[in-house]
C-alpha cells in the first residue's frame, strides 16, 4: 500500500501517463520490495496560476 | 483542528458527502476526544486517469 | 485505493487506533461502494510546536 | 527546497494570489534561511461541498 | 479553516516557529478575507536522507 | 518544480535511497519534459500502528 503522489503542471498525453504509472510504480515495487499491485500513485495537476517558485507564480514567467 | 483528507474517485451525490461527513467527523472527535467543531475534512476528488493501481490507471481497467 | 490521511495530536492507545481505523475505513467503504480492504488509511501525528491555530502554536496554548 | 501547500475556497484575483505568493515564500526564506528562490508553492482550491467542519459540509452553511 | 502545510528541513528555534506560524497566518487571513483563528499550520520537518533534489539526496549534498 | 511524494514503510538502507530517488526523478523529468534539477522527490515513513489497510492495523498484520 505505499502510495506516490505527484503533484505537476497538466500533461494531456494519457500514454505518457501509462508510462510514468509503470516506471514510478516499478521503482516503488523494488525499493518497497512488495509486489507492484500493491503500489498506487496519485497524479495532481497544477493551473499556473496556483503555482509559484521563488514567490512567482508560474502563470506569470 | 484534526484534518481528515480523503482521495477518492467522483461521488456527486451531496446527501452521500453529508453523511460521510458526519460519519468522519465523529469518529475523529472521539478518537481525539475533541469537539466535533475542532474536526475539518477535505474531500480530493481524482480523475480515473490520474490515479493508478499496480501501474495500472485506472481509466484502463 | 481510496486513501484516507488523518493530521493530528499524537494518541498512544493502540485500541483506540483499532477502532478509529474500523470507523474511518467502513464509512469510507459506504460511501465510495467498495469492498473495505480497498481503503487505506495513514495517520500522521504532529508535534505540538509544529502545529498552529490562529498563528498561535499549539505547544503555547 | 521548501514547499508550502495551501488548501482553502477558490480566490479569482490573480493580483491577491501575487501577493500572497510573494508573502508566504519571503516568510519562508526567512525561516529556512535560505534564498526566496528555493521557495515553492501551491494552492489548492476546494469545492465547498468537499469541505466540511465539524460534519457540516461549507456548502450547507 | 484555510490550512496550511509547509514541508522543509528541521528547525529547532522556537521562537522563530512564533514568528513564521504569525507571519503565515497572517498572509493567509489577507488573503482568505478570513479571521486569523481560522488558520492552521502545520510544518511537516523531513530528514535529509528523505529528501532529494535533482535525484540527489540532501543528505549527499 | 514538480513533487514526488512517497508514503510507505521504513527503509534503512540508504544506498536503495539513492538509487529510489535517481528512478523516481528520471522518470518524472521524462514525463514532465523538464530538467531533473526540477524534480523534488520527499520520502515519507509511517509506522505500522500508524497505517490500515482494509480496516485492519498493519502492525497486526
Same mark, same amino acid.
Given at each position: 500500500? #505505499?502510495?506516490?503522489?505527484?503533484?505537476? #503542471?497538466?500533461?494531456?498525453?494519457?500514454?505518457?501517463?501509462?508510462?510514468?504509472?509503470?516506471? *514510478?510504480?516499478?521503482?516503488?515495487?523494488?525499493?518497497?520490495?512488495? #509486489?507492484?499491485?500493491?503500489?498506487?500513485?496519485?497524479?495532481?495537476?497544477?493551473?499556473?496560476?496556483?503555482?509559484?517558485?521563488?514567490?512567482? *507564480?508560474?502563470?506569470? *514567467?
Amino acid at each position: 500500500m #505505499p502510495i506516490i503522489s505527484v503533484e505537476g #503542471p497538466k500533461v494531456t498525453d494519457v500514454e505518457k501517463k501509462r508510462r510514468f504509472a509503470q516506471d *514510478l510504480s516499478r521503482a516503488a515495487a523494488r525499493y518497497y520490495d512488495m #509486489p507492484i499491485e500493491k503500489i498506487i500513485l496519485l497524479v495532481k495537476e497544477n493551473e499556473p496560476e496556483n503555482v509559484s517558485v521563488g514567490g512567482q *507564480l508560474i502563470a506569470d *514567467l
